[in-house]
C-alpha cells in the first residue's frame, strides 16, 4: 500500500511545478481583505475543506484580541467556524457530517507554533474535515461564510473531486460552490 501512494504524490508535486509562476507567487501571497481561499478534496469517504483568510475578514482587526470587545468578537469566530457544518452545508445527497476541524490564528492563541508574519497582517486558517456515506455524489456546497461574517467579499475555490478538477470563483451574496450539474 505504501508503494501505491507514490505514484499520486509524484503526480501532485508535477502539478505545483507545471504552475505558471505569477500563479505560484500569488499563491504565497494571497492576503488579500475581503477575499478567501478554499481548497476542497473529495477523496473516499471525506469531503476536506482548507481555508485561507485573512484574520480581518472575520473580526475586523488584525492583532492579539486587546479589549474585552475584541476578545468577545474573536470568540464568537471562533464558535462559528467550529460549527462547520452550519458555515459549509454539503450537498445532503452525501449525508456528511462533521469531523474534525482545526483553526490556525496564531494572533488569536490557536497554533502558536505557527509563525505570524510581523506585518501588520494576521491570518484565520482553518481545516474541515467531514465524513460522508456518499462524498462521491456531492456536487455543491452551500459556503455561508457571506452571510455569517460582514468582511468577506470573494470567495476562490479549488474543487478536487471524482468528477474532476474546477476553479471556481464566488463573489458576495452568491454562496453556491457547485463543481457539476
Ligand atoms: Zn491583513
Redesign the pocket.
Known amino acids: 500500500m505504501k508503494l501505491m501512494s507514490r505514484p499520486l504524490i509524484s503526480l501532485a508535486f508535477t502539478a505545483v511545478v507545471a504552475t505558471p509562476l505569477g500563479a505560484l507567487a500569488q499563491t504565497q501571497h494571497a492576503?488579500v481583505?475581503g477575499q478567501i481561499k478554499l481548497d476542497v478534496v473529495v477523496e473516499g469517504p471525506t469531503v476536506v475543506i482548507e481555508m485561507e483568510s485573512?484574520?480581518?475578514n472575520f473580526t475586523g482587526f488584525?492583532h492579539a484580541p486587546r479589549t474585552d470587545a475584541e476578545k468577545k468578537a474573536a470568540e464568537t469566530v471562533i464558535a462559528q467556524l467550529r460549527a462547520a457544518d452550519q458555515i459549509f452545508r454539503i450537498d445532503p445527497v452525501a449525508n456528511c457530517k462533521l469531523g474534525p476541524v482545526t483553526l490556525r490564528s496564531p494572533a488569536l492563541g490557536l497554533d502558536k507554533t505557527e509563525g505570524e508574519p510581523s506585518e501588520?497582517?494576521?491570518d484565520l486558517d482553518g481545516t474541515f474535515a467531514f465524513n460522508c456515506t456518499n462524498a462521491g455524489a456531492a456536487k455543491f456546497i452551500d459556503v455561508g461564510l457571506f452571510t455569517a461574517f460582514k468582511g468577506p467579499r470573494q470567495i476562490e475555490a479549488q474543487i478536487a473531486a471524482p468528477q474532476g478538477q474546477f476553479k471556481r470563483s464566488l463573489k458576495r451574496p452568491n454562496e453556491r460552490l457547485a463543481w457539476s450539474k
Open positions: 492576503h481583505h485573512p484574520l480581518d488584525e501588520g497582517h494576521a
